[in-house]
C-alpha cells in the first residue's frame, strides 16, 4: 500500500515537533553537536546536547573515508564526484529512537562535504525519515545543507537559494527543505517491504555557482515514484569544479590531514536520537559517478569513522541493540540484521581467477566497482573495464599476465597481478648450433617437440679461438623474437638464426668504416664479409706519442686477420717558448710540435734580428736525435734598443722584453718650478722605439685669501679663479675687489683685493630688512613708515647706523594713528600716539545763547585710526520774566504764573501766549508775564452785587 497525502493529525503533530537536521560532528570527534531545521510552518529547533562519544554508539551503514584493506594492509585513496546515489531495501523490524524522539522512527541518510571554494566546504544531506504506527510506515524527504568549513560556521543566508529556508541554532544558522506538493510535506504510507532512493548531483551553473540537485524516489510492490527532483539548492560564490568529496582531498580545511567522510547510514529519526533494534531486515549499497557510469564505492566501513574532517551525521544505533552488517560479494549489498554494532570494513577488495581449459572467470569484490581488467599474452591483448562479477574471456593458446584494478574515479590501486599459461600443439625447431630443451642439451639440427616447451638457444657458440658463432634472434611463426630463450604452448615454427664472426687484430686502436659505418677499430671479433676501410688518420698514444697513416687501406673479412697499415711514429717536443733554431738543417724557429722519429735539432745561444732588436737563449740541451717525446727547457729572452728622451736629460739602453720602465713621476727645476707626468707611467718594453715622454710645466704659487693661505702647484697657462665671496660664517664675507682670474705663467706670492661684508638684519614696523653691507656703511633709518593712509611709524631714535659688524636689530618707532574728531562746531584732524587719550570739551558755545553739552564720555585712548563724532545735546538760553535757564533743544516748558482772580496774566516776548501755554525750545527765548484787570470777573461781580442789592430792597417791602 502507498499513500502520498498529508500526515494524520497526530502524525503531523509528531512530525512537527521531532522533524530537524541530521547532524554534524567536529572533526576530534570528541562531542557532536545536534542541529536542527524548522519547515515551511516554521518548526522550532530544539537543541539536545549529545556529550562525548562513547563505545561503538555511532550510525551504521556504508561509511566511505577513503581507506581500504587489501591482504590485511590498509591503503588511503580519494575521490571526488558530481553525484551520489544510495539504494536501501527494507523488509521490516522493531525498532525505537529515543530521546528525544521517543517514538518508532529511524532515519536513512545520504550525507557529503563538498567544496565551493579551495579554503571554502559545505555538507549536504538527502535524508529519509521512517515511522511506524499500527502496522503501517510513514516515510517522507528532506534535505539540508551546512557550512562545514570550520565548527560553528553559519550559512549566509544571502548566498544560498532553494525551495526551503533557514533557521538557527546556537548562533550558526543553516538550510533545509522539505518534499513539498501543494505547500504540504510528501509523506508516503506502506507496508514492508519497500526500496528508497537517493540521488544528491552537484555541477556549476553558467554564471559559475554551484548547484545541489536533490532526488528520491520511492518504491514498493505496487507504486514507483521514478526519481523526483524536489529541490535545487544555489550557493552564489563563484566555484572552480565543485565536487563530493571523499578522503584526503587538497583543499584547505581545518583538519587538513583527516579524510572527507561521505555516508549511506541508518540512525535515529532526527534529533541526535539513538536507534535502538530489536529485529531489523534490510540491504543497502552506495555508489558514486565517474564520467557518466555510477560505481560501488571501492570500500567502506560499517559505523561511522572515529576521525575525519568536516562534518557527518549525530543520529546513531544503540551498541548492543544494534545492526550487524555482512556483505554479499555476489551482489554487491551490505545486507543488515539485528545484533551488536562492530566497526569492521565492510569488505576487502579483491580479484580473482578461474581457468577452464581456455575459459578465464575473473571474480571481483566489490562486483560493481569501478575495474579495469587487463589481460596481455603472445599475439593478445585485452583491457577491459568492469562494472559487473564474474567476467568471462575465451584465450587463445599462449603465456598471459592478467592485472585487475579498483579505480576510486581516477585513482587506480592494484588488487591483482599474476600471469598464466593456456597450453596445446606441436613445436618444430631448427638451430645451425646445440640448445636445450627443457634444460637439456641437443646437437645442432631439426627437431619436433609437444608444448609446453622450453627451449634455450646460446648467446656464443665458439668453433675455434678465432671463430665463434652470435645469436641474433628466433623466427616464430614467420616472425622475429628477439630472446634466446622461449616458452612455448601451442603450435610454432622455430628458427634460430646466428651470425659468423672472426677476430681480427690491429697495432693500436684507431678509426675506420666497417661496411660503411664510422667507428672505432681495435682487437675485436667481426661479422663475416664486413668490409674495413682505413682511411689516411693520426692515431694518438698518449698525449706525445702519434702514428700518422699516410695511405688509405680496405679489408674484406674471410677469416682471421692481424692487419697493420702503412703509418710512421712521430714524437711531441715540448719547448717552453718560441726560439730560433736549425732543424734537420734548415734554420727554422722551434715551438712546441711534432716531428717525426730521428729528427736532428740543434739551439742557439745568442740571434740578432736587426740593430735594435736581438735574443739572448739558455737551454739544457743543444743539439738532439729524437728518439722519443721530450721537453727542453729554455730561457730566451728579447732586448731591444730603446731610446726616452726626458725634460732634463737623454736615456739609451738595450732592455729586456717585457720589462717595465717607469718614468719618473715628477722632476724639479729649482723650488717653483716642476714637471709632472702626463701620461702612463710605466712602459712594457715590447719592440724598440725612440719617445719623448708627455710633461706638464708647473709653478708653485701662493694666494693669500682674507681667510686663509693657499699654496699649491699649478700647471703653466692654468686660469686659477679666485673666490668671489669667502664666508667667516653665515654673518661675515669678503667680496673680490680685482680681476677674478689669474693666469699662471711663473710662480708668484699675491694677496687678493677683498671687501669686508656683514650681514645685517634690521626690523622695521612694515618689513624686516636683511642685506650684506660693507664694513663702515652708514644705513639711514627712515624717519616716518607709513603703513597706508591712517598708521604711521615716527622714528623714535638716532637716524643713522654705522656698520661695524653683524647685528639684529629693531629701531624704536612710534606708532601713531590719524585721528578725526567732528564736533558740532569744527572737525579736528590730527597725527596721535597710540594710547594716547583725547579729552573732548564739554560744552561748546555758539554765542551767549546757544551752546553743546557733552553727552558722553569726555576721553577717547587711541588704538586704531577713527573717525569721531561725539555725541553733544544742542541747548538754548531761554529767559523768562528775567530769569535765564539753558533747556535741551526740542524740550517742552509751561509758562505758568500765579495772580489774584481779578487778575490776568499775559506772556509777551518772542511769542504771545496765554498763561498756562505750552512752548516747545527750538531757539533761544524770551517771556515775561503782563498782569491785567480780569474785566470778565469784575464786571460779573458788579452785576450779582447788584442783584443781590435788588433782591434785598424786594424783600424788605413785603415786610
Keep these: 500500500m502507498v499513500k502520498t497525502s498529508n500526515f494524520k493529525l497526530g502524525m503531523l503533530l509528531i512530525l512537527f515537533t521531532l522533524l530537524s537536521l541530521i547532524l554534524m560532528i567536529p572533526f576530534t570527534h570528541s562531542m557532536k553537536i545536534t542541529k536542527y531545521e524548522g519547515t515551511k510552518n516554521n518548526l522550532s529547533m530544539k537543541p539536545i546536547k549529545i556529550g562525548f562519544q562513547s563505545g561503538l554508539n555511532e550510525s551504521v551503514g556504508i561509511n566511505d573515508n577513503g581507506s581500504m584493506l587489501v591482504n590485511n594492509n590498509v591503503i588511503d585513496y580519494s575521490y571526488s564526484t558530481n553525484s551520489l546515489l544510495g539504494y536501501f531495501s527494507f523488509n521490516g523490524g522493531d525498532f525505537y529512537s529515543g530521546s528525544p524522539i521517543n517514538y518508532s522512527g529511524f532515519s536513512v541518510q545520504l550525507n557529503s562535504n563538498f567544496n565551493v571554494t ?43 537559494t532553494g525551495n526551503g529556508n533557514f533557521s538557527t541554532y546556537n548562533q550558526q544558522t543553516f538550510y533545509y527543505s522539505f518534499a513539498i506538493s501543494n505547500n504540504n510535506i510528501i509523506t508516503y504510507e506502506t507496508f ?157 577488495p579483491k580479484a580473482y581467477y578461474e581457468l577452464n581449459g581456455n575459459n578465464l572467470t575473473v571474480y571481483l569484490t566489490p562486483p560493481n566497482g569501478e575495474w579495469l581488467i587487463s589481460i596481455t599474452g603472445n599475439n593478445y591483448y585485452n583491457e577491459t573495464f568492469g562494472d559487473h562479477s564474474p567476467i568471462s574471456f575465451i584465450l587463445p593458446y599462449g603465456e598471459y599476465n592478467i592485472n585487475a584494478t579498483l579505480f576510486a574515479g581516477s585513482q587506480g590501486i592494484e588488487i591483482l597481478h599474476s600471469s598464466f599459461n593456456v597450453s596445446g600443439g606441436t613445436v618444430y625447431v631448427s638451430s645451425p648450433v646445440n640448445f636445450y630443451v627443457d634444460g637439456f642439451s641437443h646437437l645442432s639440427g631439426n627437431y619436433e617437440f609437444t608444448t609446453p616447451v622450453n627451449l634455450t638457444f646460446p648467446n656464443l657458440y665458439y668453433q675455434r679461438n678465432n671463430s665463434r658463432m ?89 677469416s682471421s686477420l692481424n692487419i697493420i697499415p702503412p703509418y710512421y711514429t712521430q714524437y711531441y717536443v715540448k719547448v717552453n717558448q718560441t726560439i730560433p733554431a736549425e732543424i734537420n738543417g734548415v734554420n727554422l724557429t722551434l715551438s712546441s710540435n711534432w716531428f717525426n722519429k730521428s729528427s736532428v735539432i740543434t739551439i742557439f745561444h745568442i740571434y740578432y734580428f736587426n740593430s735594435t732588436v736581438r735574443e739572448i737563449i739558455n737551454s739544457n740541451i743543444s743539439k738532439i736525435v729524437l728518439e722519443g717525446p721530450i721537453s727542453i727547457g729554455i730561457y730566451a729572452l728579447y732586448q731591444y734598443l730603446d731610446v726616452i728622451i726626458l725634460p732634463n736629460g737623454t736615456i739609451s739602453n738595450w732592455f729586456n722584453s717585457n720589462y717595465v720602465i717607469t718614468l719618473p713621476s715628477m722632476i724639479y727645476n729649482g723650488s717653483e718650478e716642476r714637471y709632472v707626468l702626463n701620461q702612463t707611467q710605466q712602459i712594457v718594453v715590447n719592440k724598440a722605439f725612440n719617445i719623448t715622454p708627455s710633461y706638464i710645466k708647473q709653478f708653485y704659487i701662493i694666494i693669500k685669501l682674507p681667510n686663509e693661505t693657499e699654496s699649491n702647484w699649478f700647471n703653466s697657462n692654468y686660469v686659477i679663479t679666485l673666490p668671489s665671496m669667502i664666508y667667516n660664517g653665515s654673518e661675515e664675507r669678503y667680496v673680490l675687489n680685482q680681476t677674478q682670474q689669474i693666469v699662471v705663467n711663473k710662480a708668484f706670492n699675491i694677496t687678493p683685493s677683498y ?52 647685528f639684529n636689530i629693531t629701531p624704536s618707532y612710534i606708532k601713531q594713528f590719524y585721528i578725526i574728531i567732528k564736533l558740532p562746531n569744527e572737525t579736528e584732524s590730527n597725527w596721535f600716539n597710540q594710547g594716547f ?26 588704538l586704531q585710526p577713527v573717525e569721531e563724532v561725539p555725541i553733544y545735546t544742542k541747548q538754548f538760553l531761554v529767559t523768562i520774566n528775567g530769569v535765564s535757564k539753558w533747556y535741551n533743544k526740542g524740550s517742552t516748558i509751561t ?12 506772556w509777551v516776548g518772542n511769542y504771545t501766549l496765554p498763561n498756562n501755554s505750552n512752548l516747545t525750545i527750538n531757539g533761544p527765548i524770551i517771556e515775561n508775564a503782563k498782569i491785567s484787570t480780569n474785566d470778565t470777573f469784575v464786571g460779573g461781580v458788579v452785576i450779582g452785587v447788584i442783584i443781590i442789592g435788588a433782591i434785598a430792597i424786594i424783600l424788605t417791602r413785603r415786610h
Excluded: C, H
Excluded at 579554503?119 to 539540508?144: C, E, H, K, P, R
Excluded at 628477439?482 to 610454432?492: E, F, G, H, Q, R
Excluded at 644705513?779 to 616716518?784: A, R
Excluded at 509758562?895 to 481779578?902: A, F, G, K, Q, W
Design 755 to 806: 671687501i669686508k661684508q656683514f650681514y645685517d638684519v634690521i626690523i622695521l614696523p612694515n618689513g624686516t630688512i636683511s642685506n650684506w653691507f660693507n664694513s663702515n656703511y652708514v644705513i639711514t633709518l627712515p624717519s616716518m613708515i607709513y603703513n597706508g593712509s591712517e598708521e604711521r611709524y615716527v622714528l623714535n631714535q638716532t637716524q643713522q647706523i654705522v656698520v661695524n659688524k653683524a
Design 470 to 558: 652470435v645469436f641474433k634472434y628466433l623466427i616464430v611463426n614467420n616472425k622475429i623474437v628477439n630472446s634466446n630463450t622461449i616458452v612455448l604452448y601451442t603450435n610454432a615454427n622455430v628458427t634460430a638464426v646466428y651470425q659468423q664472426q672472426y677476430f681480427v687484430s690491429f697495432p693500436f686502436e684507431l678509426k675506420g668504416y666497417v661496411n660503411n659505418i664510422y667507428q672505432t677499430l681495435n682487437n675485436n671479433w667481426y661479422n663475416e664479409g664486413d668490409q674495413i676501410i682505413i682511411p689516411s688518420q693520426i692515431i694518438y698514444n698518449g698525449s706525445y706519442t702519434r702514428y700518422v697513416i699516410y695511405k688509405q687501406q680496405t679489408y674484406i673479412i674471410n
Design 895 to 906: 509758562l505758568s504764573e500765579s495772580v489774584p482772580i481779578y487778575e490776568t496774566i499775559t
Design 837 to 862: 587719550i583725547i579729552t573732548l570739551p564739554s560744552m561748546i558755545y555758539n554765542g551767549s545763547e546757544e551752546r553743546y553739552v557733552l553727552n558722553q564720555s569726555n576721553e577717547i585712548i587711541v
Design 192 to 348: 514492508a517491504p519497500f526500496n528508497l532512493y537517493a540521488k544528491m548531483d552537484i555541477n556549476q551553473s553558467s554564471n559559475g555557482y554551484p548547484q545541489i540537485y536533490m532526488y528520491y524516489d520511492f518504491q514498493n510492490s505496487t507504486y514507483n515514484s521514478g526519481w523526483i527532483l524536489y529541490d535545487v539548492i544555489t550557493i552564489l560564490v563563484k566555484s572552480n569544479n565543485p565536487q563530493f568529496l571523499t578522503g584526503i582531498q587538497s583543499i584547505n580545511s581545518y583538519a587538513p590531514y583527516s579524510p572527507f567522510v561521505t555516508q549511506w547510514v541508518v540512525g535515529g529519526e532526527s534529533s541526535g536520537a539513538q536507534l535502538s533494534v530489536y529485529n531489523w531486515n534490510a540491504s543497502m549499497s552506495l555508489y558514486y559517478e565517474y564520467e557518466g557510469k555510477y560505481y560501488s564505492v571501492p570500500d567502506a566501513i560499517s559505523l561511522q569513522p572515529s576521525f575525519f574532517t568536516a562534518y557527518a551525521t549525530a543520529e546513531n544505533v544503540n551498541q548492543y541493540y544494534g545492526i550487524q552488517e555482512y556483505y554479499n560479494s555476489n551482489l554487491g549489498l551490505v545486507y543488515q540484521i539485528q545484533g551488536e554494532n562492530k566497526q569492521e570494513f565492510l569488505w576487502q
Design 118 to 160: 579551495n579554503s571554502m566546504t559545505l555538507w549536504a544531506q538527502d535524508v529519509f525519515g521512517i515511522q511506524y504506527q499500527n502496522g503501517i510506515y510513514y516515510v517522507y524527504i528532506l534535505d539540508n545543507l551546512w557550512n562545514s568549513t570550520y565548527p560553528s560556521f553559519s550559512i549566509n543566508q544571502s548566498l544560498v
